[in-house]
């Protein structure tokens, strides 16, 4: 029973997993047909005669950009949720103490917990780039799939960088509502800051927007730096986390 | 709807339902209350699909009731090397943890001889989980220094907690595996065993009631053979059998480990200790044997029977320097005396001038739990005064 397994299990037998993939996956099929069917959906809600709203024709990237939208919303604070539920393990200290006087280095303990979170939240996400694909493909035409696969995999680094976030804040605060609440903050923080300057350009979210732009013919050079930036960040998070975690008395 | 329509939405729907039934049949199976069963079905049928991710998430309520089954008494442990006369494994000189300005431990100097069983008491709040916190590497020392193995120390919290959807096999083999060691099925049963959990061996934790936990935690400490343990209440949840199974197997433990534990239940103290230390205010009033605990804060007395009892004995008694009080219940005379050593020499000569006759006399000692009232309830003793 290695501290990895012991992650896997968690996700297992809690059915977390479920919740995690079911958000992905549920919005991966809905997104696209929302796009698809606006014009349907909205006059089915009561039209006016006097006023009349005429939707553009939808493309496959509006498809996907729907699914990153909702993916990246509450798909985000499903998957902050499934994390905060395995790294924070000084929230019970009488949980904290079987593990900590038995690891030989904290960073066993925060690093199989970071990276099992961050799988099981790539492989919801990519579960969802999957469905959001498919329906994409029949309602809205034809997805280049070279494209779709890099924007899944730049969206991923975000995912990654979300959670090595949940990690840095489960190691500043030791509830799990306040660590998903903190992590939100940072998340959050994020766009906001990106309205300095061109500071947009560097920073994690620009990876959201990848998949969508990536499909309307914007260059994947676009995204080197923010990638590039987003991989330190989460480096440098979860090295803090163990970091502050190893101080941290229980 | 058109065909392309019915082709991209079958998915979705197909995913939606199965997602829905699948929580709906957990909600009706979770043993939560009918109402709660009722919001929940509601919530995750009209909010698609984040009621049912908030069922999946933040529900509680699903662990099942306690299985009555029976636990077998603890398996004798197989003893390992003893580690009497290897000096003090677990030592401390001048420890002290400070909070603001409130000081939770004060100067305290411990010495755990290797292969004892150590009873740390103290009244709640004395600082014993302190002291076993920063003991056990999980809290810093403001000030002093501290000897420990660098490796083998094993530690059990006050009521230990585990990964309620792990069974107590797992949980055994997960402390082995943390401590670098892979333990066989075989190995795993008999660790379960020695604590009378066998039976519980594939139950899942989150179903164990606080005294299972706690045996399962000292399973749990138990593995890889620490030379040090370091237990912190390990009775306090335990009815009076499991009390008596786990306290055996601490007996059991010391010799080939050195076993602290810290207790506020003087009679477990007393069960199994070989030395005590009293904890009170931060501060160690006294650490030592129990005996000498006991003989240490003795305010000395004596019974005495005699065959008939004579005022004028109760009176030449009451007459003599070194009596403080004489409590008279019938032909018995309880003696209480000022100096011991005055008293040794001289009760006898008193009673014989006062032609006492003397059927039976002895000394008054006293139990653990008033020395140990007496010691926290008034000055402290000289910290070595007992060693």
């Known amino acids: 029973m290695t501290l990895w397994r012991l992650e896997w299990l968690r996700l297992l037998r809690t059915r977390r997993w479920i919740a995690l993939a079911g958000v992905f996956v549920f919005f991966g099929f809905i997104g696209p047909a929302t796009v698809r069917y606006a014009q349907q959906i909205f006059e089915s809600l009561g039209s006016s005669d006097e006023v009349s709203v005429m939707f553009p024709d939808p493309i496959p990237a509006d498809g996907v950009a729907s699914y990153v939208a909702n993916a990246m919303q509450v798909g985000l604070v499903v998957l902050a949720v499934v994390a905060a539920g395995a790294l924070c393990f000084d929230g019970d200290a009488a949980y904290s103490v079987f593990f900590r006087t038995r690891v030989s280095s904290l960073s066993r303990l925060v690093v199989a917990r970071f990276g099992v979170s961050a799988i099981a939240g790539v492989l919801a996400f990519a579960a969802g780039s999957m469905a959001?694909?498919?329906?994409?493909?029949?309602?809205?035409g034809s997805v280049p799939a070279r494209e779709m696969l890099l924007g899944t995999f730049l969206c991923s680094l975000y995912l990654v960088f979300a959670v090595a976030v949940v990690a840095f804040a489960s190691s500043i605060v030791r509830s799990k509502l306040n660590t998903v609440m903190l992590s939100l903050a940072i998340v959050i923080l994020m766009p906001i800051l990106g309205l300095i300057g061109r500071l947009a350009q560097w920073l994690p979210s620009r990876l959201v927007s990848a998949p969508e732009m990536l499909l309307s013919g914007e260059a994947v050079g676009d995204y080197l730096r923010p990638a590039a930036v987003t991989v330190v960040f989460s480096a440098m998070l979860v090295r803090l986390a163990i970091a502050m975690s190893s101080r941290r008395e229980i | 709807m058109d065909s392309e329509a019915i082709q991209a939405l079958a998915p979705a729907i197909v995913v939606a339902v199965a997602f829905v039934v699948y929580c709906l049949s957990r909600v009706i199976r979770s043993d939560m209350p009918l109402a709660s069963k009722w919001l929940w079905a509601v919530a995750t049928i009209a909010f698609i699909p984040l009621g049912g991710v908030a069922y999946l998430l933040f529900a509680r309520g699903s662990s099942g009731s306690l299985p009555d089954i029976p636990l077998s008494p603890p398996l004798p442990r197989v003893p390992r090397q003893a580690l009497e006369g290897i000096g003090y494994p677990v030592a401390s000189r001048g420890l002290t943890k400070s909070y603001g300005s409130t000081r939770a431990l004060d100067g305290i100097d411990l010495d755990v001889p290797g292969g004892s069983a150590y009873g740390l008491v103290g009244p709640n709040g004395a600082g014993k989980t302190t002291l076993i916190g920063i003991l056990a590497g999980l809290r810093k020392a403001s000030s002093g220094s501290m000897e420990l193995p660098e490796r083998g120390v094993a530690v059990m919290p006050d009521t230990p907690v585990f990964d309620p959807w792990l069974s107590a096999r797992e949980v055994v083999q997960l402390a082995a595996s943390l401590t670098g060691q892979e333990l066989s099925a075989g190995r795993v049963g008999e660790t379960l065993a020695e604590v009378g959990l066998l039976e519980a061996a594939e139950m899942k934790v989150g179903s164990f009631s606080r005294g299972m936990l706690q045996r399962l935690g000292i399973a749990v400490a138990t593995v890889g053979d620490p030379r040090v343990l370091l237990l912190d209440e390990p009775c306090s949840a335990l009815d009076p059998a499991?009390?008596?199974d786990v306290l055996d197997l601490v007996g059991r433990l010391k010799g080939g480990s050195t076993v602290l534990f810290s207790s506020h239940i003087l009679a477990d103290v007393e069960r199994v200790c070989d030395r005590v230390g009293v904890l009170h205010q931060g501060r160690l009033l006294y650490q030592g044997s129990?005996?000498?605990?006991?003989?240490?804060?003795?305010?000395?007395?004596?019974?005495?029977?005699?065959?008939?009892?004579e005022d004028s004995v109760v009176e030449a008694l009451q007459a003599a320097r070194f009596v403080g009080a004489v409590h008279r219940s019938g032909d018995e005379l309880r003696v209480e005396v000022t100096s011991l050593d005055e008293a040794e020499k001289g009760l006898v000569r008193v009673l014989a001038d006062a032609g006492a006759a003397v059927v039976e006399m002895e000394p008054l000692g006293r139990g653990l739990e008033e020395a140990f009232l007496e010691l926290t309830q008034t000055s402290p003793l000289d910290p070595g005064g007992g060693l």
């Open chain 1, 132 to 140: 959001a694909w498919y329906e994409s493909a029949v309602l809205l």
């Open chain 2, 290 to 309: 129990l005996e000498g605990l006991s003989s240490s804060r003795l305010s000395a007395a004596y019974r005495i029977r005699c065959r008939v009892l």
């Open chain 2, 242 to 244: 499991g009390r008596k």
